[in-house]
């Protein structure tokens, strides 16, 4: 529990850092060119932010699975909030997936042959953690449980296409 908690005011500090971009963001890559100089710093970057959506994902997930109490308002409020930062963490994801870079690496190197599809899984997976901070906003629990069905089916689709 302790430990949940700390993941809990972690994603409330970084709502207060990036909700403002996560909802201005397009559901897209960044056109931008390549923003980092060194490759490794690339692979780096792309793998800590997976980590950190793996990591709250599962902050959710204990929620989904009644570990963590959804009662109060103050309960459901940090929630939200976490679901907020997963919103913002997800519209970024698609960082660091610019040059190919599969290589020691736990990414395919079909995910630069099929870009599109790629990045089809990278949408699909914004618009769910937008959707799952939506329900998290209604304080229900069904829907917040329903919503997360469908968000985290949204890594597995893209993970067995595309991570090895
Ligand atoms: C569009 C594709 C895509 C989506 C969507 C996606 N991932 Fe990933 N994920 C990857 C790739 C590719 C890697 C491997 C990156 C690397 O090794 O550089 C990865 C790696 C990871 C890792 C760390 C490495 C490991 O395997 O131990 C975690 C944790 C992770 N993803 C969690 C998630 C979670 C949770 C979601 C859904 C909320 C998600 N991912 C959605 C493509 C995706």
């Given at each position: ?5 700390t993941?809990?005011?972690a ?19 960044p ?22 959506i ?6 959710i ?45 736990k ?5 630069w042959?099929?870009k ?42 893209c993970h ?5």
């Amino acid at each position: 529990m302790k430990k949940e908690l700390t993941k809990f005011m972690a994603g409330v500090c970084l709502v207060g850092m990036m909700s403002p971009m996560a909802f201005a963001a397009p559901a897209q890559a960044p056109s931008s060119p390549v923003m980092f100089e060194k490759e490794s710093d690339e692979v780096e970057y792309r793998e800590h932010l997976m980590d950190l959506i793996g990591n709250y994902t599962g902050a959710i997930g204990a929620v989904v699975k009644k570990k963590f109490p959804y009662e109060t308002d103050e309960q459901k409020k940090k929630v939200e909030e976490v679901t907020a930062a997963i919103a913002a963490l997800a519209s970024q994801a698609s960082i660091g997936f610019e040059r190919e870079l599969s290589a020691g690496t736990k990414a395919s190197p079909d995910i630069w042959k099929k870009k599109p599809e790629f990045m089809q899984k990278m949408n699909d997976m914004v618009t769910q953690a937008r959707n799952l901070h939506t329900a998290a906003g209604t304080g229900n629990y069904d829907k917040l449980k329903a919503a997360f069905g469908d968000y985290a089916a949204t890594c597995k689709a893209c993970h067995k296409a595309f991570k090895e």
